[in-house]
């Protein structure tokens, strides 16, 4: 299939950021993610507006990165999608959660 204008929907809008619900129940995820589906709502969308997105087989989360008269590029944030953030360093202080707790200039607080 493809892009169907009426499935795309503003959900909520913030400081120069929208956030957009796309649904598509004939469109696996792969294809509403690759290159060029979103073409046609080129007007519509910005560059780090925020998609969330359901296909027929999965869900994910992504990101404008380009939107302009040459095309229109989402980046999955979600699971094999995701880009890879930095190491955590084995003596890095962690939270409960064992999320790696951050100094305010966004380095890892480490244990001596």
Known sequence: ???VPVNLAVLSYAAGCTL???SSAEDTLSAVLAPGYFDWAQA???RDDVVLISARDG???AFVSAASPAGV???SLTS???PEG???PANAVLAESGLAILAE???FILAD
Do not use: C, D, K, T
């Open 1 to 3: 299939m493809a892009f």
């Open 20 to 22: 957009w619900n796309y």
């Open 44 to 46: 519509r969308l910005r």
């Open 59 to 61: 869900a994910a989360i």
């Open 73 to 75: 590029s989402l980046l």
């Open 80 to 82: 094999e999608h995701a």
């Open 86 to 88: 930095p190491a955590v």
């Open 105 to 107: 200039s966004g380095a």
